[in-house]
């Protein structure tokens, strides 16, 4: 039974309980509380009309479950999709994507500016091809996550929200995961077993995937380099060079720079005293210079009296 002090309405949600399965580790009956409203995005969508938005949605939450819960205690009404949050974020980012690419068509300039991280299409690797098997045979939701339940049309969508009302008005409590035994992978401890046995995949699977992602990756470089090579020689719509990596072996970049450094020399020369203090340093450094000649000279003439006055005439 559901509790009376739980409110049928919170803000414009209509709050509809619903009962898990009781488990091996706790026997009882627990219920769950979803909170439904029709969907009304701040962006405007085609989908919006015949969709409804349910929040807290249960960790264990799958297509299948909506499915049963609106075919089978809540007016027999078709549900065409789920998307849950996470899916949902993901389809935002494409749609936006898209718009961008539309307005760029639109305008009829293609721009040649590229993000950091972003890929040509001839540079995209992963995808479900080859991307190794995943290791759990189910996706589990975040707690208190949300979805949005899209309908066959707007007048199931309708009808769906009625008999939310009704259910929550009459404390009906329904139950969540009916007939679904064996149409999903099971929780608790058959679910870390498949997760074991899925975490060691055979070579036989793993193989061709690894192939064909290094086939991939292989094209990918070669399609880059192109791309980069094709950046140093063509000015963009402003009339810039690209500056990029890898533009010549190294010994040609070593000659290149000996010879600019050589340029560079021979177009300093005459201004080496161009400011009063270049012409006080290189002054001083010369008579430095005069001077340690000089007392290398001294040092010379002693040594040579010192050899002469030791000779003795021979009588």
Do not use: C
Not at 278 to 302: I, P, S
Request: aromatic share 6%; charged share 30%.
């Amino acid at each position: 039974m559901v509790s009376q002090t739980v409110p049928t309405q919170v803000s414009d949600f209509t709050v509809l309980p619903v009962s898990t399965d009781p488990l091996p580790s706790f026997p009882n009956p627990t219920a769950h509380y979803l909170y439904i409203r029709p969907q009304d995005p701040n962006i405007p969508h085609p989908n919006a009309p015949r969709s409804l938005f349910v929040a807290n949605t249960p960790i264990d939450a799958t297509l299948l479950h909506f499915r049963g819960l609106w075919a089978h205690q809540l007016g027999g009404l078709r549900v065409e999709r789920v998307d849950f949050e996470e899916e949902s974020r993901k389809i935002i980012a494409e749609a936006a994507g898209k718009t961008s690419n539309q307005n760029e068509a639109s305008k009829g300039k293609k721009s040649k500016k590229r993000k950091r991280g972003q890929l040509d299409p001839d540079e995209q690797i992963e995808n479900e091809e080859t991307r190794l098997p995943k290791p759990w045979d189910r996706e589990l939701r975040k707690s208190g996550g949300s979805a949005v339940v899209v309908f066959v049309d707007r007048t199931s969508a309708e009808a769906a929200m009625r008999a939310v009302k009704r259910a929550a008005k009459m404390k009906q409590l329904l139950t969540w995961g009916h007939n679904l035994d064996g149409k999903i992978p099971r929780l608790g401890l058959e679910r870390y077993r498949a997760h074991h046995k899925l975490s060691y995949p055979s070579a036989e699977d793993v193989q061709p995937k690894v192939d064909l992602y290094m086939t991939r990756f292989a094209a990918a470089e070669v399609a880059r380099t192109k791309r980069l090579a094709r950046l140093r020689q063509v000015p963009d719509e402003d009339g810039f060079i690209t500056v990029t990596r890898g533009g010549r072996v190294g010994p040609a970049r070593i000659e290149e720079t000996h010879k600019m450094l050589e340029e560079q020399q021979e177009r300093n020369k005459g201004k080496e005293d161009f400011y009063r203090f270049q012409v006080r340093e290189r002054k001083k450094a010369e008579a430095g210079q005069l001077l340690k000649a000089f007392e290398e000279d001294k040092k010379k003439v002693v040594e040579m009296q010192r050899r002469k006055g030791s000779l003795k005439p021979m009588s």
